[in-house]
């Protein structure tokens, strides 16, 4: 293989432009070029397009203003039949798990509340027909 000096000897690129090539760009780009009028029509943007734009966005937000306080008003928390609350309670606690979350002023504020005869506990105790499971309890 022969040595090859790159600061003593200059390379050629390989690349040759013709000779009338920059005298000839032009007139043969403009040929290859087909200048053709617009077959369409360009886009008119009327003036009244930007206020509606500006009317839609009052309007939505006058919209978003009216419709976030009904919509944090309808969230609201309604009374719980006291059925439902009963069978959440029995089936997701214990008893005893009820009686260690509940404190002592708790469990006065419930004596003092519910005030039970005896002829209340009879009737409720005969319409239950878990009556086994409240005497063995």
């Known amino acids: 293989m022969k040595d090859f ?7 050629a690129s390989g ?14 780009m403009m040929e290859t070029i087909d200048f053709k009028a617009p ?5 008119v ?19 978003a ?16 039949e006291s059925q439902t609350l009963e069978n959440y309670l029995t089936t997701e606690y214990s008893t005893y ?12 504020n419930l004596e003092t509340s519910i005030s039970l005869n005896e002829d209340a506990v009879e009737d409720y105790l005969l ?5 086994d499971y409240y005497l063995n309890e």
């Not at 077959?39 to 886009?43: A, L, V």
């Open 5 to 11: 000096d790159l600061h003593n000897k200059k390379i």
């Open 15 to 28: 690349f040759k432009v013709p000779e009338t090539y920059f005298e000839n760009f032009e007139s043969k």
């Open 39 to 43: 077959e369409k029509e360009p886009k």
């Open 45 to 63: 943007i009327s003036l009244f397009h930007r206020k509606q734009i500006w009317i839609s966005a009052i309007a939505a937000i006058f919209v």
């Open 65 to 80: 203003l009216l419709a976030i306080p009904v919509y944090f008003s309808s969230n609201t928390t309604e009374n719980i």
């Open 97 to 108: 798990d009820l009686i260690d979350k509940l404190s002592n002023e708790d469990l006065q």
């Open 127 to 131: 319409q239950e027909d878990n009556l």
